[in-house]
């Protein structure tokens, strides 16, 4: 018999079983919601921990990609002071050890850099200026795969602002659908200084050395462009001193031939010198950072009186060889044709004044001490391309 009690007790299971759809239907919307969400944030950490910055505008003009400007900010505000010195040259031994008063310093001095076969580093400094690096990488495709084969490129990225760093240069010429570049395999490696010292040329200099694996050193300047001829030179100059068995004396090449507008003058900074003598003489003093000039003069002169280097000035030897000398390229040089650049950077410059560069340098030289404290700051290696997932993964780990 059908009674009201009965009824009341099937209307109670079905309105609890369409309660109960719809809390599933509402538990797996919840679900799908939350792994979408937890998707789009790992993407963006992914992105973020790559240093991938994507460009703000997608229009393109004259080969220029519109990135994130840090335009007209004042010097003041821009640049920091320096960090606690990670390492602590020590003459006596020619090693460089462990700060123990730097927190950063075990783990930095620690850092290996990717291993290599090659012979040389070609070694850049770049600060914002990545339409002088867009020559660099012109020049380097043209010198051959037999010259590329020797050389590994390093460039430290002295802090350089967002939108206009060395890495999202070069990312940006790998993703663009019009650019010719990067199709000959290129060995670059790039190290991005965390703050933004004044005038960091020594310590940036020594980052470049320190993280270098090749025993031989090519110093050069962003805005200084090597030939193919000239390159092969530099390689010649490196077999033959590798032959030399006697090191007793080995080689330091400085002051190589270089043409400018105004004619051909000798380079004071591009030099060629194996990274155990670099150090050998303790690098560069970093008590130079913080204002311009004298970084050349100081670290050429330690060369020049260390007994056991013998420095030779490559312009001689260029100019009678014929040897094509370096190009020193103008600071409103274009981008070249082929070559996707950033938006040029406009921030503001720091003042120069090589007055207090240049009174620390007589006083240094004249008493013969140099500063030991190196690395006054922290610094990353900077992942700008995956060439799988799996070296991806190795690099996450």
């Known amino acids: 018999m059908f009674n009201s009690s ?22 797996r919307i919840i679900t799908i919601l939350s792994v979408s969400a937890g998707t789009v944030a790992i993407i963006l950490l992914l992105c973020w921990r790559l240093g991938v910055v994507s460009t703000r505008s997608s229009s393109k003009s004259n080969g220029t990609i519109r990135g994130n400007s840090a335009s007209r900010a004042s010097y003041d505000d821009y640049f920091q002071p320096q960090e606690c010195a990670v390492g602590l040259w020590n003459q006596d031994t020619h090693t460089l050890e462990v700060n123990p008063n730097c927190p950063a310093s075990q783990k930095l001095l620690n850092m290996k850099p990717p291993p290599t076969d ?5 070694f850049l400094i770049y ?10 990488l012109k020049s ?16 430290v990225d002295d802090s350089s602002a967002p939108g206009h760093t060395a890495a999202e240069f070069l990312q940006a010429n790998i993703n663009h659908n019009d650019s010719q570049t990067i199709r000959t395999p290129l060995d670059i490696v790039i190290y991005k200084i965390d703050q933004n010292l004044m005038w960091n040329i020594g310590g940036a200099r020594n980052l470049g050395f320190w993280m270098a694996n090749t025993p031989w050193v090519f110093m050069s300047d962003t805005d200084t462009q090597v030939a193919p001829e000239t390159m092969k030179y530099i390689l010649e100059k490196v077999s033959s001193s590798a032959a030399i068995t006697d090191t007793s004396s080995p080689a330091v090449y400085t002051f190589f031939q270089r043409q400018r507008d105004s004619g051909f003058k000798p380079h004071p900074a591009v030099m060629l010198i194996r990274k155990q003598d670099y150090w050998k003489v303790g690098g560069c003093d970093e ?3 913080g204002s311009y000039g004298w970084t050349d003069p100081h670290f050429r002169y330690k060369v020049q009186e260390d007994p056991t280097l013998h420095a030779i000035k490559a312009h001689t030897e260029m100019d009678e060889l014929g040897i094509t000398p370096l190009r020193e390229m ?7 044709n082929g070559i996707v650049c950033l938006e040029k950077f406009h921030g ?4 120069k004044e090589p007055e207090k560069n240049e ?9 013969g001490k140099w500063s030991n404290e190196v690395l006054r700051y922290t610094w990353k290696r900077v992942k700008w391309q995956q060439n799988s997932w799996w070296d991806f993964l190795l690099w996450w780990s």
């Open 140 to 155: 380097w495709i043209s010198y051959g795969q037999n010259v590329l084969d020797q050389i590994q490129f390093v460039i």
């Open 6 to 27: 009965t009824s009341s007790k099937l209307v109670a299971t079905k309105g609890n079983t369409s309660r109960a759809r719809r809390d599933r239907r509402t538990t």
């Open 348 to 351: 503001e410059k720091a003042p």
């Open 287 to 289: 008590d130079f950072v």
């Open 330 to 336: 103008n600071d409103d040089i274009e981008c070249p």
């Open 359 to 367: 009174a620390k340098f007589k006083r240094k030289s004249q008493e």
């Open 127 to 136: 600060f914002n200026d990545h339409h002088h690096l867009a020559h660099q």
């Open 118 to 122: 090659k012979t040389l580093t070609f």
